[in-house]
């Protein structure tokens, strides 16, 4: 081994310009960002939706109706579905944490119980809101209802 034999590790260096260090390194000049234009300038970053001084798309397009800042989204989750839970588990109680076990919500979701599907237990329902045929459904069987 002598020093004219050494070499980096495979992968270590990578070839590199030096842009702007004169005539003779063949970049200098204009440093590789070719004549004017707003991409020769220093500072230059791209604006998301830029369209180079085009009326850009979203401001193109009409913009119309009302976003209630106010509205309280629910996942609904059909009787039917909450029936199979209970069957599975045998529970008499489901509440939230047992949706969200199964799957059939995720943690933060507010959930509101429609009507769909059959129940055939007495059984106590916890959650954010209910439909008036679901109340109806489990309120038959005896069931009791509970909102959170």
Known sequence: MDLSTLKPAGGSVHSSKRIGRGQGSGHGGTSTRGHKGAKSRSGYSRKVGFEGGQMPLQRRVPKFGFTNINRKEFKAINIGDVQKLADAKGLTTIEVHHLYESGLCSKNDRIKILG???ITLKLEIKAHAFSKSAV????????TVVTL
């Open 136 to 143: 109806e459904a489990i309120e038959k069987l005896q069931g």
């Open 116 to 118: 769909n599907g059959k």
